[in-house]
């Protein structure tokens, strides 16, 4: 696993000085991972919601059972039936006690929901803060040639002339090379 570990780590510096010398393209990879995580908060806060709405559906069974054993209990002690009203009170304290439980795991839920509203807010508002450093960074003149002149090498050497159709294609090769670098990066990450 040495060998592994070791390309893995070097794939790892490699992204990253990448992503250094291509600040733009860090910003996208970054605007993409909140991306992620806002759909992935998105469907948690949903899955939460849709507990707590089946939670609260079992409470109100829960009581309503509740009542219909609390008149069973007074119908058997008004007949004399101890027998009846003790097992009556025995299966009315057991919902009560379940419905105590319910309860507090709606609580607990409800705190859930409201942190994950808040990580919600907060993720927005970095993806805000994002890509409104991606507009400056494309308003900036000298954001795009620094861009052009660290990537110039990858297209021509000093002594040839460049190909004026290569800064079409640059964007372009340059998504492709870091899509492909963050897919090996992830694949490692996995094993």
Same mark, same amino acid.
């Given at each position: 696993?040495?060998?592994?570990? *070791?390309?893995? /780590? ?32 998105? /469907? ?12 609260? $559906?079992?409470?109100?069974? $829960?009581? #309503? ?31 009560? =006690? ?15 929901? #409201? ?10 508002? =970095? ?39 290569? *800064?079409?294609?640059?964007? =372009? *090769? ?12 992830? =694949?490692?990450?996995?094993?």
């Amino acid at each position: 696993m040495g060998l592994f570990d *070791d390309f893995s /780590r070097l794939l790892e510096i490699r992204l990253e000085e990448f992503l250094r010398n291509n600040p733009q393209l860090e910003l996208q990879a970054l605007a993409e991972n909140l991306r992620e995580q806002e759909e992935d908060t998105s /469907r948690l806060l949903i899955d939460l919601q849709a507990q707590e709405k089946q939670l609260q $559906t079992d409470i109100l069974n $829960t009581a #309503q059972e509740i009542q219909r054993w609390h008149g069973r209990i007074e119908k058997a002690q008004t007949a004399g039936r101890q027998d009846l009203a003790q097992a009556a009170q025995e299966r009315e304290a057991a919902l009560l =006690r379940q419905g105590n439980q319910r309860w507090g795991q709606m609580e607990v839920l409800k705190e859930r929901i #409201q942190q994950t509203e808040e990580l919600q807010r907060k993720i927005q508002s =970095r993806q805000q803060e994002v890509r409104d450093k991606i507009k400056q960074e494309e308003a900036t003149p000298t954001a795009a040639s620094s861009s052009r002149q660290a990537t110039s090498g990858w297209y021509h050497t000093p002594q040839s002339k460049p190909d004026p159709s290569e *800064d079409q294609f640059r964007p =372009r *090769d340059m998504h492709e090379q870091h899509e492909a670098l963050t897919r090996t990066k992830k =694949r490692a990450e996995c094993r």
